[in-house]
């Protein structure tokens, strides 16, 4: 998953970016390291690595990265999955915060609102009037909660719909984060009138401690009155919001963490690991990564009645570790 961090000048998004990923900023461009993998740590993972032998760990990854404004017109800025907005309480940024955060939100809205209306007008006037009907109705439905200014990802989330509209890669259907990078003695507390999630951090300080070394940051953190480092309460943050459950395939080769969206079955399942397993579907063995760890064996959990046969309609669960059956076609 690909997440743009944006925002005004100076307001501290790379400082936001190194706090997130790890990364030594100062050398930054030189290097050019804009985007950055990271990986979403589980620590199911790694007890379970331990209990079937398995050669390497793999997580589920989110990509961050570091865009030098918010150009709306930048493509690479466009084909982003998420955003995230900062925005600066300290004094390397003039404007106030509520200024920021609503000059970022209202260039955002006017983009897709322009895109929006241009399509609704070719769609519904001239040569072209009335063959488009249903794609006429959604979009004014969304010009509607733009103009309301409403959060469009939480109200806007009938995939059929989304479908009509994914081609003009509009901002306010994806999810969209805002991080306040408060100053140590300053403290801005956005009304969240829209519902996105809102991180109120000190930017520099949670940076700086990812470049020490592991042992000496939790000590640090707790120093300085922070209980989670940013990167693990943006990620669990990011799950809940965009409502992803983790499942697990384990084998001596790897034990590899997968996302799907809360709900779904797991032949869908099937299918983020690979459309062949998909449609071969024929049966799912599963256990719950709970049960493993508690027996702490695979026997141990099969002599318990753990493991149970689901078919394609199963609803996966979160930490459901999955051996899908399938036929090659
Ligand atoms: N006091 C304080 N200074 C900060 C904080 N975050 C960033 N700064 C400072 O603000 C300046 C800008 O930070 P950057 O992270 O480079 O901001 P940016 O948004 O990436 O800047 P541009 O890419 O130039 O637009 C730097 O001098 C930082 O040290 C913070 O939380 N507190
Ligand atoms: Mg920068």
């Not at 609102?113 to 004014?140: N, Y």
């Not at 000190?202 to 000496?216: A, C, D, F, K, N």
Request: glycine share 6%; aromatic share 12%.
């Amino acid at each position: 998953m690909k997440i743009g961090i944006i925002g005004k000048k100076q307001c501290g998004k790379s400082t936001i970016y190194g706090a997130l990923t790890g990364l030594d900023i100062s050398d930054m461009y030189e290097k050019k390291i804009y985007f950055h993998s990271v990986d979403v740590y589980d620590k199911r993972v790694s007890k379970l690595s331990e209990i079937y032998h398995a050669k390497r760990d793999v997580y589920n990854k989110l990509v961050f990265y570091d865009f030098p404004g918010y150009d709306t017109n930048n493509s690479e800025l466009k084909s982003m999955d998420g955003y995230i907005i900062v925005i600066g309480d300290h004094h390397s940024c003039e404007e106030s915060p509520i200024k920021q955060l609503e000059d970022i939100f209202s260039d955002l809205y006017l983009n897709d609102l322009t895109i929006l209306q241009k399509r609704h007008d070719i769609i519904t006037r001239g040569k072209k009037k009335s063959d488009f009907p249903l794609e006429a109705k959604i979009i004014t439905e969304l010009l509607t909660l733009l103009e309301e200014e409403k959060n469009v990802y939480n109200e806007f989330k009938d995939e059929e719909k989304i479908k009509f509209v994914k081609g003009f890669q509009l901002f306010s259907i994806k999810p969209i984060f805002v991080i306040v990078n408060n100053d140590e003695n300053k403290n801005f507390q956005p009304e969240n009138t829209f519902g996105f999630p809102i991180f109120e951090i000190m930017g520099e300080i949670e940076r700086e401690v990812t470049l020490l070394p592991m042992e000496e940051q939790k000590e640090y953190l707790e120093m300085m009155g922070i209980e989670i480092p940013l990167i693990k309460k943006f990620a669990s943050g990011l799950y809940k919001y965009l409502n992803l459950i983790t499942f697990f395939s384990c084998s001596e080769k790897e034990i590899k963490a997968w996302q799907l969206k809360k709900g779904q079955t797991i032949y869908e399942a099937a299918g983020a690991i690979h459309t062949d397993i998909m449609h071969g579907f024929v049966r799912a063995n599963i256990v719950n990564a709970d049960d493993i760890l508690k027996y702490k064996s695979e026997k141990l959990a099969r002599e318990n009645n753990c493991y149970h046969l689901e078919n394609k309609e199963y609803t996966t669960q979160d930490g459901d570790i999955v051996d899908i059956r399938f036929q090659k076609k």
